[in-house]
Structure formats: structure tokens, C-alpha cells
């Protein structure tokens, strides 16, 4: 059932609440799944909800700072961090009282208990008439949930309802501070960051769980520390470093999967051709990566992503370290830094047909790259994209062995820049796949640098895995005659051929350098030196 925020649907849900059911409720931090604290069995149904290990704690909602001492041991710590900061986004673990069941601790000695800032949290806990256990509403270790469409899809028909209260405010789970240890120790870090807590603590420890794996055998002391979690179902990586080191490494590291995502800053989302691309924030406003970044998780699962790759900053204060606490979880701390990653070196060299970007390869094998021609790749991928060709051109275009005939292709694909469209669809991204895949391999192997060529570099998305791009041309005449020299082709067949691809003007401003090759040693000069600057 869907509860609004109305004072009826308030009731309603509290009700259900004081008699042993469980609703999820909003708060200003992600939604909680609530069940009366008191009450040992209704806190035993979240655990079965969620799927929960029974080793992980769940934090007390109260309605009032005055409650606290009812349900836990209150030190004069404690009292000075409630009047700061409750209501709000902090959670203090303090010893229990017995009235608080075993199964909410964990077994522990101590509760997690705080007072949530968001209104209609506080009006349910008070009709209910009883604390909440409320950990969040989601399935135990997928991202947390920041709407009610977030419960419903993960939940559905499985608890006896949902409050819709809108989107959280805040977006990442409450700061965790254990005030039972010496000194006070952050065991979560949240929108209350420990600049704000060493106010008031200014002996406090930061655990080193929050940016390590808790050890093996360790018991957690606070929710969010033990397990994977907030873990979308793609295999997840983090990646942090400068955004064009990023850029690169993430680029070249999507090869050979089916379908990539990219959750990325604002300002990096045109830095992945080709990837689906979703955005969570600006790169220096922590609060936005907060607010947007489960959300983010969660759509990439509902695109069904099978490789996703987060762009993550390692802060280690402020609202930030919350967010990379909670990113480090996500990937179980999977992370690359982009900036001490090896990558191998990449030269993209594209340009019209007939501009000689074969002799450009041929000097940069000879001056020690790995070389790539996409024109080759082609030719070996051709037998797989025969039906797919003949489906669109016509049976005619192949030969008496069923094989495709590349002049009888030629004649039909380069009739019309339609024509060479509709053979680039079919062609460009398994050439342009096969093309990353070994680029790939030389990364895997060491390779210092490799150059690619392709005209088709920029459209595939190629040019998003290179470092350095380059058009060779040359003048009309002298493409001509290349043409008609290397097909076997009349002068107007190769003037088709020419004027059915794109202008060089196309090439040159999708590329950081262009270089004339006129065929003279100058040519040669230049084209080592470029190669050299790899």
C-alpha cells in the first residue's frame, strides 16, 4: 500500500507500525524499512525483507531528543552532539538499555540511535507511539533508496506499505559516531562530516573502515561497515585521477562488454563516446554526488549494464568522504587511479580516401609502434558481416563463392553518401570493437605506443581512446590518382567514390593536428616528429 503524506495516510501507516508491520518511511537521509524497535518479531521481518545478515545492526529512529535516554545510556557527549545536530542526518551508538531487543544490536551491548530532521518521520514515530528500527529500504546491499519508486521496485507486494515522501533531501545514509570507544570514533561518514564533529569531539578517530575493508572475523560496529553495499549488479569500478586520465583509461577499459555505463561528473558526460553516459554531480559539489548518486546506481541497473565504471574523487573530509565511502562499497573497492594507470600511448590518424595514411602507418611501424588499420580489421571481419551487407545491398554484390565482392560492394556503397551511410551502420561498430579489443591486448602487454587508422576514427568513437589525433590529406588531384592507381578505377568511379565520404573540413576540425602529404621527405619529417610525440 502507498501511504501520502496526509494526516490520514500518517495514521494509517503508524497504526500498522504499532501493531507489528512493516512500512517504509522517508527520511531526510535514503527511506527506511520501519518496524517498532520494541518488538523483537516485527524487527525479525525486516531482516527477512531485506535479506539482511543478522550481524548488522539497525539504527533507532526516535521522534524527540528527550527520548534518548529511554533507549540508551546518554553521555554528556552525547547530550551536546543532540543539541547540535538533532533532528539531523547523525546516528551516535551508545550502550543500550534493556528494553531494546538483542536482534536491533546485533548481540552487541550498545544501539545505533538518532532523530531524523524530516517531518513526516517524526509525526509517524509519534503516532506509532514507539522508536523505530528503520535501516534502509532497500534489498540488502543494492543502492540505498532516495524515493518511494525505489521501495515499490525493490519491495512491491513484500511489506505492508510505503509513505511517499517525495526525494530525500540529503541522499547518503546518516554520519555513524561511536561514542562507547576512547577516543569517539566515525565509523560512517555522512552529511555531518567530522570538521563539523570535532567541534564538539575534538579527540574523535576516524575508523580506518570507512576507506578499508573491514577485516575478516571483525564484528561490525556500525551499519554499512561489514558488507557489500549500495552495490548496483554490473560489475563496478571506481575511477579516480584527472577527468582526461579517467577519460582514457575508462575508454579503453570498456572494450569487450557487451554494454558499458559511465556514471560521471556534469562536466565530464561528452568524454564517452559511444557509452552510455548518466551524471551525478558536479565534480566539486559533494552535495550534488550525494543527493544523486544512488539514483545513479539504480539507473544503471535499470539499463542492465553489465560493466560500469563510476568516476569517483578520494576526499577525506567533508560531505565527499561520505560519498567515496559509500562509492567504495559500491565497487567493494574495485578502484583505479587513472592517473598512475599504464596506458599505452595512441595515435589516431583518419583523413579522406586517398590521403596516404597508409604511408603514415607504415613510418610509425618502422619507428617502433604497434600499428592498427581498421581497413585490415575490415577485411578480416568481412566473412561475419556477409549477410548483413548482402541483406542491404543485394545478392549481387557477392561472388560465385558467396563471399563478398569488395569492387561489386564499392560500386554500390560509394554510389551516394546515403549509400555509404547505410554500409557504415553495419560496419563501423564491429570494426570499430575488434579495432579496441586490440588495442587492448598491447595495453595488456606493455606496449609503449601504438597508431590507429581509420577514417571512420571519429564516428566509431575511436578517437575517445586516443591521446593524440591527426588528419592526413591531400590536395583532390593527387587523391585522384591514388585512387585510380590502387582500384583499378576510372576517373569518375574514383570522383564518386571521393565526393560520397565526408569533406575534408570534417576531418581537420575533429582532429587536434593535420599534416599534407604531398609525398616529399618533408612529409616523412613532420610525420616522425608527430609520431615521436607520443
Known amino acids: 500500500m502507498i501511504f501520502s503524506t496526509s494526516e490520514k495516510d500518517i495514521a494509517a501507516a503508524a497504526d500498522i507500525l504499532a501493531h507489528g508491520g512493516i512500512v ?6 535514503v527511506y527506511g524499512l520501519g518496524a517498532d524497535a520494541l518488538d523483537a518479531q516485527a524487527v525479525a521481518g525486516i531482516f527477512r525483507a531485506k535479506g539482511r545478515p543478522a550481524d548488522n545492526p539497525l539504527i ?11 533507549y540508551a545510556v546518554a553521555t554528556p557527549e552525547a547530550y551536546r552532539l543532540a543539541e547540535a545536530f538533532w533532528p539531523g542526518p ?17 548481540g552487541l551491548d550498545t ?8 517531518p513526516t518521520a517524526r509525526r509517524i514515530i509519534r503516532l506509532a507511539g514507539v522508536p523505530i528500527a528503520a535501516p534502509s529500504a532497500n534489498i540488502s546491499g543494492s543502492p540505498s533508496p532516495t524515493a518511494a519508486k525505489h521501495v515499490i521496485h525493490d519491495f512491491a507486494d513484500r511489506i505492508d506499505g510505503v509513505v511517499d515522501g517525495g526525494p530525500c533531501e540529503r541522499g547518503v545514509e546518516s554520519t555513524v559516531v561511536s561514542l562507547v570507544s576512547d577516543p569517539p570514533t566515525l565509523l560512517r561518514p555522512g552529511y555531518i562530516t567530522p570538521e563539523q564533529l570535532r567541534e564538539y569531539l575534538p579527540r574523535l578517530h576516524i575508523a580506518q573502515a570507512v576507506v578499508q575493508q573491514l577485516p575478516d572475523g571483525e564484528k561490525a560496529l556500525s551499519p554499512g561497515l561489514k558488507h557489500k553495499h549500495y552495490a548496483p549488479a554490473a560489475y563496478t569500478t ?3 585521477g584527472p577527468a582526461e586520465h579517467a577519460a582514457r583509461c575508462i575508454n579503453r577499459s570498456a572494450y569487450g562488454y557487451r554494454d558499458i555505463c559511465v556514471i560521471c561528473f556534469d562536466e565530464e558526460k561528452d568524454m564517452y563516446p559511444g557509452l552510455t553516459v548518466i551524471t551525478y554531480g558536479g565534480a566539486d559539489d559533494p552535495a550534488a554526488q550525494a543527493r544523486g548518486l544512488f539514483t545513479a546506481l539504480r539507473t544503471a541497473d535499470a ?8 568516476r569517483a574523487k578520494a576526499y577525506d573530509g567533508g560531505v565527499g568522504l561520505a560519498v567515496y565511502n ?16 599504464h596506458m599505452t600511448k595512441v595515435l589516431g590518424v583518419t583523413g579522406p580516401t586517398g590521403s596516404g595514411k597508409s604511408m603514415l602507418l607504415q613510418l610509425a611501424a618502422e619507428n617502433g609502434c604497434a600499428t592498427i588499420s581498421a581497413d585490415e580489421v575490415y577485411a578480416y571481419l568481412l566473412p561475419e558481416l556477409t549477410d548483413d551487407i548482402a541483406a542491404e545491398f543485394g545478392s549481387d554484390i557477392l561472388d560465385r563463392n558467396g563471399a563478398i565482392c569488395r569492387r561489386a560492394l564499392a560500386k554500390k556503397a560509394f554510389s551516394c553518401p546515403e549509400a555509404t551511410a547505410r554500409l557504415c551502420q553495419i560496419t563501423h561498430p564491429a570494426v570499430a570493437q575488434a579495432v579496441k579489443e586490440r588495442l587492448s591486448r598491447l595495453q595488456d602487454e606493455g606496449t609503449e605506443r601504438a597508431v590507429i587508422e581509420a577514417i571512420a576514427l571519429v564516428e566509431s568513437g575511436l578517437s575517445a581512446a586516443c591521446d593524440l589525433t591527426l588528419t592526413v590529406y591531400s590536395e583532390y588531384e593527387v587523391r585522384l590518382r591514388r585512387i585510380m592507381n590502387r582500384d583499378g578505377l576510372t576517373r569518375e568511379q574514383a570522383k564518386e567514390r571521393i565526393d560520397a565520404q565526408k569533406p575534408l573540413d570534417y576531418f581537420i576540425s575533429h582532429t587536434d593536428l593535420a599534416l599534407l602529404n604531398d609525398d616529399t621527405p618533408q612529409f616523412k619529417t613532420e610525420a616522425v616528429r608527430i609520431i615521436s610525440r607520443l
Open 60 to 70: 533507532v529512529h526516535i521522534a524527540d531528543a528527550e527520548d534518548l535516554d529511554k
Open 90 to 106: 547523525l546516528t551516535m551508538i551508545l550502550k543500550k538499555r534493556d528494553v531494546i531487543p538483542d536482534i536491533v544490536s546485533a
Open 238 to 240: 571506481c575511477v579516480t
Open 326 to 341: 559509500r562509492l567504495l562499497r559500491a565497487c567493494g573497492f574495485n578502484v583505479i587511479d587513472a592517473q598512475k594507470q
Open 303 to 310: 539499463h542492465g549494464a553489465d560493466r560500469l565504471f563510476v
Open 111 to 118: 544501539v545505533a540511535i538518532r532523530c531524523p530532521s524530516d
Open 24 to 29: 517504509a518511511i522517508p527520511t531526510e537521509t
